[in-house]
Each structure stands twice: as C-alpha cells, then as structure tokens.
C-alpha cells in the first residue's frame, strides 16, 4: 500500500511537472500574438479551436461536460476567465516573469479570502507566508509605490480572480468534472471577445501597431502571423490542463500543488533562450520568495 502511494506521488509530481513545462513555453508566446490580433480576438478563436478539443476528450471518457450546477460552474469560470483575462493582458505589457508571479500570488488572496469572507482562522505560519509572499510581489513587479500605475499592478488582478475562482471551485462545485468548468471557462471567453470585438467594430478606436494595440484593436484578418501560435495556444493549453487534471487525480492536492511552481523554472528560463529575456538579481530572489511563500501555504493548508 505505501509504496502504491509512492508511486502515487512520483506520477503525480511528474505529471504536474510535464504539465508546467507546456504551459511555461506556449504562454511565451502570447506576447508575439499580440503584435497581430487583439486579446479579444485571440480569446475567440482560441476558443474556437480548444472547446472541439475539450469535446474529443470527454469523448474518450476522461470526464462529463454537462455540469450539475449550472450557476456555481458559472460563477467559479466567470473568475477563471477574468483571471485569464488579466494574466494574459499583462503577458503583452511585462516580462513573462512579472505575469507569472502576478497569476502565482493566488494562494496569497486564497488565504485572505478564507480568513476574511468565510471567517476560517489561518494561524501565526500562513500569515507570515502572506507577508513573504509580498515582498517577493514586490521585488518581481519592481514595484515603485511612489508611482504606482493600474499597469504595475495588473498582474495581481489575475492572481485575485484566480484565487476567487479557486475558492469557487472548493465552495461551490464540489463533485463536478473538470472538462465541464474547463468547457464553460472557454465559452465564456468566447462570449467575452465576441462581444468586444462587436463593440470595437461599432466604435473604432485608432489602434496603436504592434503590441501596443492589443488591448483595442478589432477585428484582423487574415491572421497568417499569428494562426501557428494560436494553435499552439489551444492545443498546449487543452493538454497542459489535462495533465494538471490528471495529476490532481492520482496525487494528493496539497502535494501536488507544490510542483506547480516548477513553471517558474520553465517559463523565465524559455524566455531568457529564446527571446533573450533575462532576470535582474532582484526578480529572481522575488520568484524564490513567491514560490517559498506558496509551498508553505500548501503544506500548512494540507
């Protein structure tokens, strides 16, 4: 018995692990799809792309789509897909690094949200987890509260819908299947880019080139430079997240959350290989920190 639960865990780790390495290397290329398209218009057509995938999966049988609480599956994907809606506009506007550490300072709001709406007591050792966990938000984003703009802190707006949604996730949709939160997520998304690429068709605004009109550019096309990351896109992300479904299946959560900042190895060290995007001292002690304070809250929470 134990060692069926070693071999558990190992699967499990190396799943997560495999998992992160995906994720770390497509979402590199968010950045190189926003010199094309708009953020609404790659919501859309990855949309379009990912949800056939999702169906081919719950084919084979790894999970339902239907859900069994259309509003809880709702509410928890609504928070998801604002939080992917923040990360991935942060991806185009900071360094790869900043935009992870933003997404990855969930488990900091999931504690706050546990203490301060469901009135859980947390203790001495998650509280200190919290203010470690600043300090590493702190140096990542390179921070400067003298000037604070809505721009240095748009990657933390990712990490607190993330964190909302994973609250959901525990609180309200217990007992439902992954492809059917994953399903709703993509829809919702779609929903989201159609609607504002419809608004911006209706009321151009001048569009800035490059990745700088990422967030009001309308409707492009053709889109030949950017359909190959797209696909990668949706793809990657189909598989990154089942895996990650995977690896929560077979392995005990709070152990298998730990592996989950392996993307922190991946990611940054992709984009310092291939897009020279390298880490100050200050970043990488921040990324160290980020990580310490999450392991700590998923060992403590365990």
Do not use: K
């Amino acid at each position: 018995m134990q060692a069926n639960l070693s071999a558990n865990g190992r699967a499990s780790a190396l799943t997560m692990i495999v998992a992160m390495a995906i994720i770390g290397v497509i979402d590199n290329y968010i950045s190189r799809i926003a010199e094309y398209l708009s953020i609404w218009q790659f919501l859309a057509i990855r949309a379009v792309f990912a949800i056939p995938l999702v169906g081919l999966l719950s084919y084979y049988g790894v999970g339902r789509l239907r859900p069994n609480r259309l509003w809880a599956v709702f509410v928890r994907s609504l928070f998801i897909a604002l939080a992917m809606l923040f990360y991935f506009s942060s991806l185009s506007l900071l360094s790869m690094t900043q935009g992870l550490a933003g997404l990855f300072t969930s488990p900091i709001f999931v504690l706050l949200i546990t203490a301060i709406v469901l009135r859980h007591r947390i203790g001495l050792i998650r509280i200190l987890a919290v203010g470690i966990g600043f300090s590493g938000i702190v140096l990542v984003l390179e921070l400067d509260f003298a000037n604070l703009t809505w721009l240095s802190i748009l990657p933390i707006f990712g990490g607190l819908f993330y964190a909302a949604g994973s609250v959901a996730t525990r609180q309200l949709c217990e007992g439902e299947s992954t492809l059917s939160m994953l399903l709703a997520m993509l829809c919702i998304q779609f929903i989201m880019g159609t609607v504002a690429l419809c608004y911006l068709s209706l009321n151009p605004v001048q569009a800035l080139r490059g990745v700088e009109g990422y967030l009001n550019r309308g409707w492009v096309w053709p889109i030949d430079d950017a359909f190959a990351y797209i696909i990668l896109q949706a793809i990657g992300s189909v598989i990154g997240i089942g895996l990650i479904i995977r690896a929560y299946q077979i392995g005990e959560a709070s152990y298998v959350a730990v592996y989950e900042y392996s993307i922190f190895i991946f990611a940054p060290f992709y984009a310092w290989i291939v897009f020279s995007e390298a880490l100050s001292a200050a970043q990488l002690i921040g990324i160290c920190l980020i990580t310490s304070a999450g392991v700590l809250i998923a060992l403590r929470s365990s």
